[in-house]
């Protein structure tokens, strides 16, 4: 079992950056980030295979996300700059060894463990 535990949530104004943190308690295959807000579905929004470093990012924050990771600390971040009202959400780190489905806003995310999420608050 791995454990998870995401930081770096807060509020900004729109345009502004925020970087979340998550630390795990063991390697996996993957791990990634989704967000989801009230009355909505889980969308995926960033991967990252931590063997290769390949990542991925779904359509609506490509450009303004980038997910990094440190291997050495089991750490991985989500950078989040030009922030929108609409990236208001719970974002959730996730990690995977049989399931690495990073989903979008048509997919949802699949993975094998869940971290608490933290809180993302977009203001204008």
């Known amino acids: 079992q791995v454990q998870l535990a995401e930081s770096g949530g807060g509020s900004v104004q729109v345009g502004g950056s925020l970087r979340l943190s998550c630390v795990a308690s063991d390697r996996s295959s993957c791990m990634g980030w989704f967000r989801q807000s009230p009355g909505n579905v889980r969308e995926g929004v960033a991967g990252?295979?931590?063997?290769?470093?390949?990542?991925y990012y779904s359509d609506s924050v490509r450009g303004r996300f980038t997910i990094s990771q440190d291997n050495a600390k089991k750490t991985v971040y989500l950078q989040m700059t030009s922030l929108k009202t609409e990236d208001s959400a719970m974002y959730y780190c996730?990690?995977?060894?049989?399931?690495?489905?990073?989903?979008?806003?048509?997919?949802?995310?699949?993975?094998?463990?869940y971290g608490q999420g933290t809180q993302v608050t977009v203001s204008s």
């Open positions: 990252i295979y931590t063997s290769g470093g390949h990542t």
């Open positions: 996730a990690a995977g060894n049989s399931l690495c489905v990073f989903g979008d806003h048509r997919r949802p995310p699949r993975y094998n463990y």
